[in-house]
C-alpha cells in the first residue's frame, strides 16, 4: 500500500513539473524583461561597450527596483524620473549629482534606480557614473564585474570606452569604480575629471549622466565636484538626516542648481 502511495505521490511531482514551466534563474527573470532592441539603442554603441547580464534576485537584495515594471517601487521613481527631467530640459541642464548630509541615507540605491528609470524612456540614454572614490558602491550594487574600471581611466590604464559597461538594459551605460583611490577629493577636482565630466556632458545631447557621490558634510569630496555639475539632487533619510545636517548641507549647495530633495527611508 505505501509503495503505491509513493508511486502515486511519484507520478504526481512529474505532471506538476511537466505542467508548471522550471523556475527560471534569476538571471534570466531580468533578460527576458529587457530584450535588446537595435533601433532603441540610440547614439550609444554598444558594439564596444561590454554588456554584462544581471540577476534580478542580487538587485532586489540591494532595493534596486526600477528595471522592473511590475513593482510599486519603480513607478515612485518614474514619478521622480519625470519631475527631474522636466526641470533639466528646461534648463538645459544634462548632468546631475546625487549626494547627501551624511552617509547612508541612499544615495547610491535612489541614483540608480533613477538611471534605470531614465533608461526606460526611449527618447533618453542614462549614463550612471560612480565618483563616490571613497566607498564606490555601483558596481556591487549592480553586480558588475570591475576588471576595468574609473580606476584604470584616472592611472591611464585604460580608454573611455573600455571602462563602459551596459548592464543588458537598453540605453543604461555604467561607468563603474571599484576601489578608493588614494586622494579623493584631489581627484575629483584634478583636469582628468573635469575633461570627463566634459566629455560626458558633451557627446550626446539626449544623455542625461548621473553622478553618485559622496556625503556633503563627511569629506570635501563632494563640494570639490559639484561646481562642474549642472544640477544636485539631495536625498535625506528619515531618522537620520537632522534640519541642522540639512540646514549646513544647503549651504554648500548654496552656488548649486539644487533641483529638489528626495525625503528616503520614509515609513
Ligand atoms: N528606502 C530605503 N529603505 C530602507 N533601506 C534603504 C532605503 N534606501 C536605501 N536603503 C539601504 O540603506 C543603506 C545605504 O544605502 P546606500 O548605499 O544607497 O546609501 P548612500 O547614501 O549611498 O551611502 P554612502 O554615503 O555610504 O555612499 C543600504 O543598505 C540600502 O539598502
Ligand atoms: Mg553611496
Known amino acids: 500500500m505505501e509503495r503505491i502511495k509513493q508511486a502515486i505521490e511519484k507520478v504526481k511531482q512529474q505532471q506538476s513539473k511537466e505542467a508548471a514551466p522550471a523556475a527560471q534563474p534569476q538571471q534570466e527573470r531580468l533578460l527576458e524583461k529587457h530584450t535588446f532592441q ?26 534596486i527596483f526600477a528595471f522592473n515594471k511590475n513593482d510599486p517601487t519603480s513607478l515612485i521613481f518614474d514619478v521622480l524620473r519625470t519631475q527631474i527631467l522636466q526641470k533639466m530640459e ?3 541642464w544634462r548632468t546631475l549629482a546625487v549626494t547627501s548630509p551624511t552617509p547612508a541615507v ?14 526606460q524612456k526611449t527618447d533618453r540614454t542614462a549614463m550612471l557614473v560612480d565618483f563616490d572614490l571613497r566607498q564606490p558602491r555601483i558596481g556591487t550594487y549592480l553586480g558588475l564585474p570591475m576588471d576595468k574600471s574609473l580606476n584604470d581611466l584616472l592611472e591611464g590604464k585604460a580608454e573611455l570606452s573600455d571602462i563602459f559597461v551596459n548592464p ?21 577636482s584634478s583636469s582628468a575629471i573635469s575633461g570627463l565630466i566634459k566629455e560626458l556632458r558633451e557627446h550626446y545631447e539626449s544623455r ?11 569629506s570635501d569630496d563632494a563640494i570639490a565636484v559639484i561646481p562642474q555639475i549642472d544640477c544636485i539632487l539631495m536625498v535625506v533619510a528619515n531618522g537620520m538626516s537632522t534640519k541642522r545636517e540639512i540646514d549646513d548641507a544647503l549651504r554648500h549647495l548654496s552656488k548649486a542648481n539644487l533641483l529638489g530633495t528626495v525625503f528616503n527611508k520614509a515609513q
Do not use: C, Q, W
Open 168 to 188: 543588458d538594459i537598453p540605453r543604461l551605460v555604467v561607468l563603474p569604480t571599484r576601489s578608493a583611490a588614494r586622494n579623493p577629493s584631489e581627484t575629483l
Open 208 to 218: 542625461i549622466t548621473i553622478f553618485d557621490l559622496p556625503s556633503l558634510l563627511h
Open 106 to 119: 541612499g544615495k547610491t540605491v535612489v541614483a540608480i534606480n533613477l538611471a534605470m528609470s531614465i533608461a
Open 90 to 92: 528646461e534648463n538645459g
Open 38 to 63: 537595435a533601433e532603441n539603442l540610440l547614439e550609444v554603441s554598444y558594439s564596444k561597450t561590454r554588456v554584462v547580464k544581471l540577476r534580478a534576485g542580487h538587485l532586489e537584495k540591494h532595493r
